[in-house]
């Protein structure tokens, strides 16, 4: 892959962990109130919509091995139907739904340090390329 490639796939990345980290905030708020708005509810249905096609999307065209948090996705979405049913779930098994949260987002940073580190790759493999025909010529 070359480097607008690789710029491409960060900036996709990192839209999705904007809604990812999105998603959270949404979560947070519905536990927090006494009872979610309706306006919540889908707002929080459409957001988990959004992020599955999303990581259906970026499971496609990531390069293999990068992008694997995609049953991380579908077990937290899974468990977390809605925002009044959040409501009735024991702390633990809340604390379980934001753990699978922290550590999906700590594999979302290393995926884009991961994109990072093949696209300055990428650079340097095309900046010696240019060099060594500069030379030959």
Request: aromatic share 10%.
């Given at each position: 892959?070359?480097?607008?490639?690789?710029?491409?796939?960060?900036?996709?990345?990192?839209?999705?962990?904007?809604?990812?980290?999105?998603?959270?905030?949404?979560?947070?708020?519905?536990?927090?109130t006494?009872?979610?708005?309706?306006?919540?509810?889908?707002?929080?249905?459409?957001?988990?919509?959004?992020i599955?096609?999303?990581?259906?999307?970026?499971?496609?065209?990531?390069?293999?091995?990068?992008?694997?948090?995609?049953?991380?996705?579908?077990?937290?979405?899974?468990?977390?139907?809605?925002?009044?049913?959040?409501?009735?779930?024991?702390?633990?098994?809340?604390?379980?739904?934001?753990?699978?949260?922290?550590?999906?987002?700590?594999s979302?940073?290393?995926?884009?340090?991961?994109?990072?580190?093949?696209?300055q790759?990428?650079?340097?493999?095309?900046?010696?390329?240019?060099?060594?025909?500069?030379?030959?010529?």
């Amino acid at each position: 892959m070359d480097e607008q490639t690789y710029q491409a796939l960060v900036k996709r990345l990192q839209e999705f962990t904007r809604l990812w980290e999105e998603f959270i905030h949404i979560f947070d708020r519905g536990l927090e109130t006494e009872k979610p708005s309706e306006e919540d509810e889908i707002k929080f249905r459409k957001l988990q919509y959004e992020i599955v096609r999303r990581a259906q999307y970026l499971m496609l065209i990531m390069p293999e091995g990068v992008f694997g948090i995609y049953g991380d996705v579908i077990k937290l979405f899974r468990d977390s139907i809605s925002l009044r049913i959040l409501k009735t779930e024991p702390s633990i098994r809340i604390n379980s739904l934001r753990s699978i949260w922290h550590e999906s987002q700590i594999s979302l940073n290393k995926m884009g340090g991961q994109l990072r580190t093949r696209m300055q790759d990428a650079e340097t493999t095309k900046s010696k390329g240019f060099l060594s025909k500069l030379k030959r010529g």
